[in-house]
């Protein structure tokens, strides 16, 4: 029993800390995607620029989209270990608008 434990805790752990990391790297993306909308704004662009541009924030927000649901994930495990060690779970909130 006591071994079972220590993998559940391991696991809690681990993956909290991935899901902390990955937050990170989803707000890296989100920096990137609001740095080319402000590029884009400022300069003007050839259209060859303005094409890569755009192909490079499609790719971000692919990334993107996938940061998501493996956050999406991490949340589900990190709150299915939390409930068997009776640990505070994940919490998402809404973010606030600027």
Known sequence: MAAFDLDIIHKYSTDGNLLSATFVQCERLHWELEYLAKEHQQKG?????????????????????????KIDSLVILVNYYAEILS????????????
Do not use: D, F, Y
């Open 87 to 98: 640990q505070p779970g994940a919490e998402i909130r809404k973010a606030n608008p600027q």
């Open 45 to 69: 662009n050839s259209e060859i620029t303005n094409k890569l541009n755009l192909v490079k924030a499609q790719k971000l927000l692919c990334e993107r989209l996938m940061i998501g649901q």
